[in-house]
């Protein structure tokens, strides 16, 4: 669920980047329509996890999934292509997540 929410998410965000010529309004307008789809998902998502996770697991969760998706997307969706800078960051993301889930020091 939370990976069906953020394809969401990413396209209610980034995705009208890919028509910058049509108007702001409508490029909200639509976004919020796809983020409620977002929050159909996530919210469930989360209240279920969290039976489970603390919400700091949770949220580390969503990030290394939004990173995942995001850069399926940026390459996939909007042809933009991915360095060595981003992967070298989003090592160190997931290196962080790591932390989060081992446990104390």
Do not use: D
């Not at 969760?61 to 292509?81: C, D, H, N, R, W």
């Amino acid at each position: 669920m939370l990976f069906a929410s953020n394809v969401f998410m990413t396209f209610a965000w980034y995705g009208h980047l890919k028509y910058k010529t049509s108007p702001l309004l409508i490029a909200i307008i639509v976004s919020w329509g796809i983020a409620f789809f977002e929050y159909c998902l996530a919210v469930p998502a989360n209240r279920i996890g969290s039976a489970t996770y603390t919400t700091a697991e949770l949220k580390t969760i969503q990030e290394v999934i939004t990173l995942t998706v995001f850069a399926g997307f940026s390459v996939l969706y909007l042809k933009e292509p991915l360095t060595i800078n981003h992967l070298v960051g989003f090592a160190f993301i997931c290196a962080g997540a790591y932390f989060i889930f081992k446990g104390p020091l």
